[in-house]
Structures are given as C-alpha cells and as structure tokens.
C-alpha cells in the first residue's frame, strides 16, 4: 500500500483569517524598559527594519522589540 504524499507547505487543519493587528513602521519608534535577549533573525527582516529605522530616526531594535510586544500584548489580552 503507498502512503499519500502531503504537501509540506499547504496548512493543515480548518483556517481562520486574522484581522491585521500589526502597526506600520511609523507607530514602532516607541521606548520601553527593556530585557537583554539573544534571537537568530532573517537577514532580509533585520534589513527591512534598519531600513524603516534610518527613515523614521530610531533604532531598528527599537522597533522589532515594539512588534513583539504589541503580538504579545494582543494574545495575552485574548
């Protein structure tokens, strides 16, 4: 008998769409206290952030860190 082949990257399961909750680069200039962490990124993301860093004067952690805590913020709440 042979196995059915599943496709890796089609989801699995029922899908449910999520309203973008996400800010625009824009409203992620913010300052908080913080904690030292260590995370492996994407090249192309880290680029993506310095890049709206430079045009809105900030810092791109600064702005990684302001998505992260927003993502965390909106499921803790749930």
């Known amino acids: 008998m042979m196995k059915k ?7 699995i399961g029922k899908l449910t769409r999520v309203d973008d ?5 824009a409203e992620l200039a913010v300052w908080n206290k913080t904690t030292k962490v260590t995370i492996a990124l994407e ?7 310095k890049q709206e860093a430079r045009k809105h004067h900030t810092k791109y952690q600064r ?16």
């Open 63 to 78: 702005m990684i860190r302001e998505v992260l805590d927003r993502y965390a913020s909106r499921y803790r709440a749930a």
């Open 21 to 25: 909750f996400l800010p625009p680069p």
């Open 5 to 11: 082949k599943i496709d890796r990257d089609m989801p």
């Open 43 to 49: 090249r192309s993301s880290v680029e993506f952030f």
